[in-house]
């Protein structure tokens, strides 16, 4: 009866080491959720920016209007229509400068 116990307890300690400082135990199943937990969050992050472009991309093939604008902010190119205006911020000159 009490080797019975004693090989009782003794599997007992080893199942706790196992389910408590094993590389397969809870520690790992933690490690695990918040991993899930991360690569959720990225792929939500991407999914928005997916749907973002997707948008663009349909903006893009419906009309004009929003490759005119692209035209106009990233390559500064204007409309035969239009007339550009600069307007610059006056220099100080030396003389002005002394006054």
């Known amino acids: 009866?009490?080797?019975l116990i004693l090989s009782l307890a003794l599997t007992l300690l080893v199942m706790q080491y196992r389910l408590w400082l094993a590389d397969s135990?809870?520690?790992?199943?933690?490690?695990?959720?918040?991993?899930?937990i991360a690569t959720t969050y990225e792929n939500e992050?991407?999914?928005?920016?997916?749907?973002?472009?997707?948008a663009e991309v349909d903006d893009l093939?419906?009309?004009v209007a929003a490759v005119e604008e692209r035209a106009r902010s990233e390559l500064g190119m204007i409309g035969p229509s239009e007339t550009f205006y600069l307007i610059t911020e006056p220099t100080r000159t030396h003389s002005a400068a002394a006054q």
């Open 25 to 36: 135990g809870i520690r790992a199943t933690w490690q695990l959720r918040d991993a899930v």
């Open 45 to 54: 992050q991407k999914a928005a920016r997916n749907t973002a472009l997707e």
């Open 1 to 3: 009866m009490r080797a």
């Open 61 to 63: 093939k419906q009309g």
